[in-house]
């Protein structure tokens, strides 16, 4: 059995609105799906997501396309049990839509408190030999949670530092 989790930017921290009509956006989600595929076709049958909008929605949304043809295993981990309580409501409908598919749903903790988040992050890790990225060096939970995948020595795949490559720019030197 291989695990994967993921981390990245929710909507407002994103370097380009989650829109099918920018062109960075559709960019960065063929590189995520390109990942994805490489990932499964590397043999990584378990999947740990943490439901945050943006990045974590877009990947088990994007795994999800992928179960039609591919067998693993999608669990929610997520950080209380309230946290779509004040989604947006398109973000609200997505997030129930994947946690209706998901195999499995972890809570780290019954309630919000100020660790809970970086808790869901490290649980993730923990259980992960690869994790995938979407951060581009701005401080805050996926850039501490990119921190704690290194020092427990995970493979790292960084959409942002895929994308990026050619202007000879490493995340790496942040961590």
Partial sequence: MKSCCFTGYRPEK???PYDEKNAEYLRFENKLIEVLATTLSDGYDTF???GA???DL??????????????FRLVMVLPFRAQAANFPPEWKRRYENVLSQADEIIYTSEKYHNRCYAERNEYMVDKSERVVAFCDGKSG????T????????RNIINIEEELKQELNYTIYELL
Avoid: Q
């Fill in 14 to 16: 994103s370097p380009f």
């Fill in 48 to 50: 740990y997501c943490g």
């Fill in 53 to 55: 909008m943006g990045f």
């Fill in 58 to 71: 877009l990947a088990a949304e994007l795994l999800l396309i992928f179960r039609r043809n591919n067998t």
């Fill in 141 to 144: 939970g996926t850039l501490n």
């Fill in 146 to 153: 990119l921190r704690y995948a290194r020092r427990k020595g």
